[in-house]
C-alpha cells in the first residue's frame, strides 16, 4: 500500500504501515534498535553539517583550512549528498516510530 505524503515540501512514496494486531514484542525490540541506530546515523551527519559550516563560515576562517577553497559546485554536491541521505534517514525514522506508537496505542488499548 504505497500512499503519498507531502511532508515539509518533502514527497514521499512509502507507506507508513499501522499495525492492527499487534507486533510480537521482539519486533518491537528491534524496531527500537533501528530508532537507536538512525539517531545515531543522525548525529554523525549533524557532524558533518558542522564541518561543512566551518569550512565555508568567515569565523573560521583562522583555522588550519585557510588553504582549502571549495567551489560552489563542490559545497553543492556536498549538501546534495548529506541532504539525500539525511531525509531517507528521516523518513525511516519516522514510519518506525509511527509503527511504535501504534502498538503503544494498541496496547493501551488491550490493557497491557
Same mark, same amino acid.
Given at each position: ?24 514484542? !521482539? ?9 537507536? %541506530?538512525?539517531?545515531?546515523? #543522525? =548525529?554523525?551527519? *549533524? /557532524? ?13 576562517? !583562522? ?9 560552489? %559546485?563542490?559545497?553543492?554536491? #556536498? =549538501?546534495?549528498? *548529506? /541532504? ?29
Amino acid at each position: 500500500m504505497a500512499s503519498k505524503r507531502i511532508r515539509s515540501g518533502v514527497q514521499s512514496n512509502r507507506a507508513v504501515p499501522t499495525p492492527t494486531t499487534g507486533i510480537p514484542s !521482539d519486533q518491537c525490540l528491534l524496531l527500537s534498535g533501528k530508532v537507536c %541506530d538512525l539517531v545515531t546515523h #543522525l =548525529l554523525f551527519f *549533524l /557532524n558533518a553539517y558542522i564541518a561543512v559550516e566551518r569550512l565555508i563560515s568567515p569565523e573560521y576562517a !583562522d583555522e588550519a583550512h585557510v588553504g582549502v577553497v571549495p567551489s560552489r %559546485d563542490e559545497l553543492g554536491a #556536498l =549538501l546534495n549528498v *548529506l /541532504n539525500t541521505e539525511l531525509r531517507r534517514r528521516f523518513e525511516a525514522l519516522a514510519e518506525i516510530t509511527t509503527v511504535l506508537h501504534a502498538q503503544a496505542a494498541i496496547d493501551a488499548a488491550q490493557g497491557r
